[in-house]
């Protein structure tokens, strides 16, 4: 039995060294080194005056191309929006960049059936796992507390996320963190499609966090301007979008307003093509 | 529970400590401390199948005591087949009852008659197909008399329902397993320490390659259509590794999970991919299933003996049941034909038992024959693989078309965002590993053992797969 404790005992101690190696390893790398993707943009880099931001999910992410508003209207435009995320974690982005400086002018929503989720996506909170503790990120109407698990036990953190902490990701903060490889404002698709997504269903038409963040801009002295993003011509029922007409004044419903599929590289999501042609809707029907 | 969950790793330890230092006092309480932790861990899973294992323990307990009590040979043999129609009964009604019905509304279909016919929404029991194999040997082997029966339903029931291998095998003989259960078990410091090690060396096999496998392979099969002729190779080389490191390494936790209780259980793996023909193959692949088929199928059929269209029919019908084992699927049977057909010039030239032997024994590298006997063998292996992977077999049938059709030999970046380089370079770190162990069981031996510990424990650390937790492939069989 002495012989086997003590094997045991070498394999939980080379467990635990690693561990605590690997976790300062990449605490190092993660937190300190200059930011790769929107969010540790948000929380690391310093932030100044932005005249246009938009937030929201890949319905704004695909479809603002902000260089092409800084050309026509010669001011400066940010497409902070990433794929997936609720409106929890857009009011958090936003939270986020004014604690690293910054300041807006006007504001620009999505607003879609993903208004029903109040709660913060699994993969925002992930991203935020590693930045809570160390950049004592608190944030008023979130909760962003770690589990005891992944505030105390060394390496848990990035065992648990692995697909965005890995060994892969260790690498690429490292060697792959610059404007080449991240993708940091809009992302377009190339593709067509057009694949039938059916019919849109009744929604909630408020969302806690769209509130906080029409909050947020009324305290930052800055406009903020409601949109939904257009679906392919294929989506049935988009007429339920101009309920959001009497909760968010100001709101344009995009969602049936074009006929042509191929801007479309999903029902859903509209393409490279489409995105030029929308972004420039956006310039004229916002007057930017 | 699964092998490579938290809820495993906290009732390892704790039924280690209760075994060995609150019921070791006697064999009693030790079997009976098994049972319980067997149908606790279970009953985790589902706990409303257990009653089907006892249902299986209670039925060939007393039908081994049966057939041993009958002096004449026909009661011996009703009771035999008895048992045989209760456990393939179940086996049959829980694993294929919805594939004949489906396969015999389609045979109807295409020959013209409409007919329609409801398939039952049935939940596979994990396991079933294992300790019903493994049930079978026992009243198979007490009516061939090789065994007595066992007179305590604690330890046959224990027997049975083994934790360590109860869901995914290896398929143990009752004339191994059993006798092991009417022994006290006492500590062997040797014993235990090998299975740690062994445990380590399966948590290797299956988070950090079978695991990390997994995504490519997904990506790959579920695109073919769109894949070059580079990924849909690597597409096959990739589940092949990822079926076998997932199987071995449940095999090897398995295996060390009993020696830590005192057991010893038989080896499922031998390094497969060194085999330099497919014989070998069979003699290194899922090995208790293989001998299983041979000793209660293969041999009643007659085996080797008889003409040589005997031995092939005997051939076709354990490869195709073999496959039918695996799953309710003619995917599964078309991959049992296909090794079938592999085995023919084998068993045609008499040349079955020509490689019984550790590959370049000895020595640290093969020769180049050996070296293209092993591919081959790796290449016939994959290509069956393409089946067994494959939703429908049109599908493995187009998969192989296309790696002919799509000829374009550019690495590809797949839709997981990951280069094939990357994954290639972690299989051949495998493969180096095994290949330099091969006559070991585990590669935790000589005087760089801790190096190598330390080296595995870091891979399982930065390169194992947490987040996407994936199920082991062998408990849907």
């Known amino acids: ?288 | 529970m699964f092998f490579n969950s938290i809820e495993f790793l906290i009732f390892l330890p704790l039924c280690f400590i209760l075994y060995w230092f609150v019921v070791n006092r006697n064999l009693k309480l030790q079997n009976a401390f098994i049972l319980v932790a067997s149908y606790f861990f279970y009953g985790w899973w589902d706990y409303r199948f257990l009653g089907l294992i006892a249902f299986s323990t209670v039925i060939d307990y007393s039908l081994g005591i049966a057939i041993s009590k009958s002096q004449i040979k026909s009661r011996k043999k009703l009771f035999l087949f008895i048992s045989l129609a209760i456990n393939l009964g179940l086996l049959g009604f829980f694993k294929y009852f919805n594939f004949f019905v489906d396969s015999w509304i389609e045979a109807f279909n295409s020959l013209g008659y409409e007919m329609h016919a409801s398939t039952l929404n049935i939940i596979l029991p994990v396991g079933i197909s294992f300790y019903t194999f493994q049930t079978l040997s026992y009243t198979i082997d007490v009516y061939r008399e090789k065994l007595e029966p066992s007179k305590n339903l604690i330890n046959f029931a224990a027997y049975v329902a083994f934790f360590p291998q109860l869901v995914a095998g290896p398929i143990e003989r009752a004339t191994n397993l059993l006798p092991q259960f009417s022994k006290k078990r006492v500590f062997n410091e040797e014993q235990a320490i090998s299975g740690v090690n062994l445990i380590l060396w399966g948590l290797f096999q299956k988070v950090v390659i079978a695991d990390s496998c997994a995504p490519y392979v997904n990506s790959i099969f579920n695109n073919y259509e769109s894949m070059n002729s580079l990924s849909l190779i690597l597409g096959a080389v990739y589940f092949a590794f990822q079926i076998y490191c997932d199987f071995a390494g449940y095999s090897n936790i398995a295996i060390g999970t009993a020696r830590l209780l005192g057991f010893d259980l038989m080896r499922n793996f031998n390094y497969p991919y060194f085999s330099r023909d497919m014989a070998e193959f069979w003699r290194r692949w899922h090995i208790s299933l293989s001998t299983w088929f041979r000793d209660y199928l293969y041999i009643p059929l007659g085996g080797s003996r008889g003409s040589k269209w005997m031995q092939l029919r005997n051939v076709f019908i354990i490869f195709m049941v073999s496959g039918l084992w695996h799953g309710a699927n003619w995917t599964f049977v078309f991959w049992g034909f296909l090794h079938a057909l592999f085995f023919v010039p084998i068993l045609l030239l008499n040349r079955n038992r020509n490689n019984l032997d550790q590959v370049a024994k000895g020595k640290l590298l093969p020769s180049f024959k050996e070296m293209g006997q092993m591919l081959f063998t790796f290449l016939l292996a994959c290509i069956a693989w393409v089946f067994f992977r494959a939703p429908n077999i049109a599908a493995a049938f187009d998969y192989l078309k296309n790696v002919f059709t799509e000829a374009s030999f550019k690495i590809e970046y797949l839709n997981i965002e990951r280069y094939n380089i990357e994954m290639l370079l972690i299989l051949f770190i495998f493969v180096m590993y095994e290949w330099f162990h091969r006559e070991e069981e585990h590669p935790f031996t000589g005087k760089w053992k801790w190096i190598k510990i330390a080296s595995v424990i870091l891979m399982l650390l930065t390169l194992g797969v947490y987040s996407n937790h994936q199920d082991f492939i062998y408990f849907q069989f």
């Open chain 1, 1 to 288: 039995m002495k012989g086997f404790f003590k094997h045991i005992s070498i394999l939980i101690l080379m467990l635990s060294i690693g561990v605590v190696i690997l976790n300062n390893l990449y605490d190092n790398v993660f937190l300190n080194t200059s930011p790769r993707g929107k969010l540790q943009l948000a929380i690391k880099q310093e932030q100044e005056h932005i005249d246009y931001l938009f937030l929201g999910n890949s319905r704004v992410e695909n479809y603002i191309d902000c260089s092409i508003i800084e050309a026509a209207s010669g001011k400066i435009c940010k497409n902070y929006a990433m794929s997936g995320s609720s409106y929890q974690d857009a009011y958090v982005l936003l939270k986020l960049l004014k604690r690293s400086g910054l300041t807006y002018d006007n504001l620009f929503i999505q607003l879609d059936p993903s208004l029903k989720n109040e709660a913060m996506t699994e993969s925002f909170r992930a991203s935020l796992v590693p930045f809570v503790n160390s950049y004592e990120i608190q944030i008023d109407h979130v909760a962003l507390n770690l589990s005891p698990a992944e505030d105390h036990l060394p390496f848990y953190k990035y065992a648990k996320y692995d697909y965005l902490y890995g060994v892969r990701a260790c690498f690429a903060q490292l060697y792959k963190n610059t404007s080449e490889y991240v993708e940091l404002g809009y992302v377009p698709q190339y593709h067509t499609g057009n694949s039938n997504f059916g019919m849109l269903e009744d929604f909630a038409l408020k969302n806690r966090f769209t509130e906080l963040i029409k909050e947020e801009a009324v305290n930052d002295k800055a406009k903020i301007h409601f949109f939904t993003s257009p679906y392919c011509p294929d989506m049935d029922n988009t007429v339920v979008f101009n309920k959001l007409t009497s909760f968010y004044p100001g709101y344009i419903n995009y969602s049936s307003f074009y006929k042509e599929s191929h801007y479309f590289a999903n029902c859903t999501h509209m393409n490279d093509k489409g995105a030029q042609v929308f972004t420039k809707q956006i310039i004229k029907d916002f007057n930017l």
